[in-house]
């Protein structure tokens, strides 16, 4: 049963677009939300943040958007380039730093020069 | 600063072969968690600790996975025997716990294939 989805496996989209990622939990108890992104061969790097008490937070060309009543999050890249083609994880946690984190399966975002 | 450094990064093995899977902490971190990367799962927790003290092994696929902390620098994930299906990416994790962020800070990954 999983607690973390992300529904989209793959997305393509132009260089200087917006990529738009997309999430959906299920538990309730969730209260801080992270996306983490990965490249091949290298473990995941955190990459934005949000505490469920707020509903954006920005920085530089990356947002995400917390919608609580919808349970679903998202990842917004404005503009994309090639160097942000790479797996994106949405994960959540449930209790703080000595918590484990809730993962998604990633989305593949080619970007496409 | 390191980061969380695995070993090996590449295991090749047969089946039935122990394997033992190495992390080092970050320094100061509390905080471990060993998760496996698949296609059909993607990233799942297998076991953390706190304190070097085990405190979720629900993950653990089977009684083949072990996990041991003996101190805040070192923890190992042993899987004896190995199976063909125990093929996977397994990353270590740790976390200075004193936020409440949730941050992970991953390390490489230990590629594991098993014929």
């Known amino acids: 049963d999983q607690q973390v989805k992300q529904n989209s496996p793959s997305l393509s989209v132009q260089e200087g677009r917006i990529s738009i990622l997309n999430c959906d939990y299920t538990?309730?108890?969730?209260?801080?939300f992270l996306w983490y992104k990965k490249y091949p061969a290298e473990g995941p790097t955190f990459l934005i943040s949000?505490?469920?008490?707020?509903d954006k937070n920005e920085d530089g060309r990356f947002t995400v958007f917390l919608n609580k009543s919808a349970k679903h999050l998202s990842l917004h890249i404005v503009p994309s380039q090639p160097g942000d083609s790479a797996v994106y994880f949405c994960?959540?946690?449930?209790?703080?730093?000595?918590?484990?984190?809730?993962f998604g399966k990633g989305t593949r975002l080619s970007v496409i020069a | 600063d390191a980061g969380v450094i695995q070993s090996p990064r590449h295991e090749v093995t047969e089946m039935g072969q122990e394997v033992t899977l190495r992390c080092k902490p970050i320094?100061?971190?509390?905080?471990l968690f060993w998760y496996r990367q698949t296609m059909m799962r993607g990233l799942e927790l297998l076991i953390y600790?706190?304190?070097?003290?085990?405190?979720?092994d629900s993950g653990m696929p089977e009684d083949r996975f072990s996990a041991k902390m003996p101190n805040a620098s070192f923890s190992t994930l042993k899987i004896q025997p190995s199976e063909p299906r125990d093929s996977a990416v397994y990353f270590c994790?740790?976390?200075?716990?004193?936020?409440?962020?949730?941050?992970?800070?991953f390390g490489e990954g230990s590629r594991l294939t098993v014929l």
């Open positions: 994790a740790s976390s200075p716990g004193a936020t409440n962020t949730g941050e992970l800070f």
């Open positions: 538990n309730s108890m969730f209260d801080y």
């Open positions: 949000i505490s469920s008490i707020k």
């Open positions: 994960a959540a946690s449930a209790g703080g730093g000595n918590t484990p984190l809730v």
């Open positions: 320094s100061g971190h509390n905080s």
């Open positions: 600790f706190n304190n070097n003290v085990p405190i979720d």
